[in-house]
């Protein structure tokens, strides 16, 4: 079975500009979460989505926003990036209450 | 690949011993913990859960121990393996999707 996928793995963007990021979850999961990891620090919780509705909202600025489609793909869309934006990000899928599985990750680095 | 965690705790362990990480969660409300794998240039591996109404969780070479009256979690790994070499987090859960994952140990496995 495939696990959680996220596109791009790699983006270089500069300051200003906006990037939207994808994942797909495992088959049979609705609940997608996104986090932003920083180097050096433990994951942080940006968004949950649960079928199309967004059930939770981390501590980030109106700039970062996301959907969740009718196939529970997600996007992740950031706006107006900062050079403190460059970080690796992660989308987890799960069913509604059970373990967070994780993908790869894309990792942005804003120049 | 990149380097997760470069200024995090570290444990360092000779191949075939067993290895004990420590975490201290932060929310007494806390009722489902996970432990995460992250290798370099790679999204968190699930690795073992427990809910709070358990004190003791074991998997294939994995132990989750949890004391709930001091807010400690801990996961050991019995006769560990080069493979083990990663960075482990500890992630709490308090009644809805949101993981709040902790600052990660680098376990490095000495041949």
């Known amino acids: 079975d495939a696990g959680v996928t996220q596109s791009p793995t790699h983006l270089i963007k500069t300051r200003g500009q906006h990037v939207t990021l994808r994942c797909s979850p495992i088959s049979g999961h609705k609940s997608v979460s996104w986090y932003q990891q920083v180097l050096g620090q433990g994951p942080q919780f940006i968004f949950q989505?649960?079928?199309?509705?967004?059930?939770g909202r981390g501590n980030f600025p109106d700039r970062f926003s996301a959907r969740q489609f009718p196939n529970y793909s997600s996007e992740l869309n950031v706006n107006a990036l900062l050079l403190g934006d460059s970080a690796l990000y992660l989308c987890a899928s799960s069913t509604h209450t059970d373990t967070q599985y994780f993908g790869p990750g894309t990792r942005l680095t804003v120049l | 690949g990149e380097n997760v965690g470069l200024h995090l705790p570290t444990l360092s362990v000779q191949e075939g011993d067993n290895s004990i990480i420590n975490c201290a969660y932060s929310?007494?409300?806390?009722?489902?913990f996970i432990w995460y794998k992250q290798e370099s240039g790679k999204g968190p591996q699930f690795i073992i859960d427990?809910?709070?109404?358990?004190d003791k969780r074991q998997g294939q070479r994995v132990t989750v121990l949890l004391n709930k009256t001091v807010k400690h979690l801990s996961l050991q790994i019995a006769a560990t393996q080069p493979g083990d070499s990663a960075v482990y987090f500890c992630?709490?859960?308090?009644?809805?999707?949101?993981?709040?994952f902790g600052t990660g140990t680098r376990l490095t496995i000495i041949p």
């Open positions: 989505y649960y079928e199309k509705e967004e059930r």
């Open positions: 929310n007494s409300a806390s009722d489902y």
């Open positions: 992630a709490e859960n308090f009644g809805n999707e949101k993981l709040t």
């Open positions: 427990i809910r709070s109404n358990m």
